[in-house]
């Protein structure tokens, strides 16, 4: 998932775009409400305030009437009144610092729950068809058997393909839980799927990290998310 960060202090910046990083999202640090209105705004944004000339609410209003974008403010300032206002001017979300990452990240998840089922539709990625409406899959136009588990597994990686897809999410959407403790659950489903699409498509590891899906023959995206390309992922 691309992130776009809007925030001056920049040593809160670095510290936040490296932890989201390790999350597996891809972050695009601006530091100006000017300079986030230009921008693309990806799929979520994580809004500092205050921001420079006091134009950060100004933003998130110009940024809500141009776009179904998810929007989440990070601020130091917790009053009722503000949180209030920030939620009026198009924000989803209100976040008060400090925070940790795992709440950033389950916000995230939350808002994005929410928006998503809007553009619902299908994704294709190489030969496969993913129905989100339909709940079907199809590898070269030909209909798979898939259970309930692996196909909100399937359309949770599809609606990102390309890019790593947490663990952490992975088991926060399709078993409503963030905890794996010894668990291969996730595993077990991965490869089941790995069996099942191929050979339209390719279900990565990224060791410590997530899973991606691409098109078979599709080259992994450079610095889409961190942590080594499991080789042997493929050949599971």
Same mark, same amino acid.
């Given at each position: 998932?691309?992130?776009?960060?809007v925030?001056?202090?920049?040593?809160?910046?670095?510290?936040?775009? /490296?932890?989201?990083?390790?999350?597996?999202?891809?972050?695009?640090h601006?530091?100006?409400?000017a300079?986030?209105?230009?921008?693309?705004?990806g799929?979520?944004?994580?809004?500092?305030?205050?921001?420079p000339?006091?134009d950060?609410l100004?933003?998130?209003?110009?940024?809500?009437?141009?776009s179904?974008?998810?929007?989440?403010i990070?601020?130091? /300032?917790?009053?009722?009144?503000?949180?209030?206002?920030?939620?009026?001017?198009?924000?989803?979300?209100?976040?008060?610092?400090?925070?940790?990452?795992?709440e @950033?990240?389950?916000r995230?998840?939350?808002?994005? /729950?929410?928006?998503?089922?809007?553009a619902?539709?299908?994704?294709?990625?190489g030969?496969?068809?993913?129905?989100?409406?339909?709940?079907?899959a199809?590898?070269?136009?030909?209909a798979?058997? @898939?259970?309930?588990?692996?196909?909100?597994?399937?359309?949770? @990686?599809?609606?990102?393909?390309?890019?790593?897809?947490?663990?952490?999410?992975?088991? /926060?959407?399709v078993?409503?839980?963030?905890?794996?403790?010894?668990?291969?659950?996730?595993?077990?489903?991965?490869?089941?799927?790995?069996?099942?699409?191929?050979?339209?498509?390719?279900?990565?590891?990224?060791h410590?990290?997530?899973?991606?899906?691409?098109a078979t023959?599709?080259?992994?995206?450079?610095?889409?998310?961190?942590g080594?390309?499991?080789?042997?992922a493929?050949?599971?």
């Amino acid at each position: 998932m691309r992130v776009l960060l809007v925030e001056d202090d920049p040593r809160f910046a670095a510290a936040l775009t /490296r932890a989201l990083h390790r999350c597996g999202y891809e972050v695009e640090h601006v530091r100006t409400a000017a300079a986030a209105l230009d921008a693309s705004p990806g799929e979520a944004v994580l809004l500092g305030l205050p921001l420079p000339a006091g134009d950060g609410l100004e933003a998130c209003r110009r940024l809500r009437a141009r776009s179904e974008v998810a929007i989440i403010i990070l601020s130091e /300032r917790g009053t009722e009144r503000d949180r209030v206002t920030g939620l009026r001017e198009g924000a989803d979300d209100y976040l008060v610092r400090p925070f940790g990452i795992a709440e @950033l990240q389950a916000r995230l998840d939350a808002v994005l /729950r929410r928006i998503r089922p809007r553009a619902a539709g299908a994704r294709t990625i190489g030969g496969l068809r993913v129905d989100l409406d339909g709940r079907i899959a199809y590898v070269n136009d030909v209909a798979i058997r @898939l259970t309930p588990k692996e196909f909100t597994l399937l359309a949770a @990686l599809a609606r990102e393909h390309g890019t790593v897809v947490p663990r952490e999410r992975l088991h /926060r959407e399709v078993w409503q839980t963030s905890w794996e403790g010894k668990s291969r659950t996730l595993d077990v489903h991965i490869s089941t799927l790995r069996t099942k699409i191929r050979p339209a498509a390719v279900l990565e590891s990224v060791h410590a990290v997530g899973y991606r899906l691409r098109a078979t023959g599709a080259p992994s995206p450079p610095g889409s998310g961190p942590g080594a390309v499991d080789a042997t992922a493929e050949n599971r």
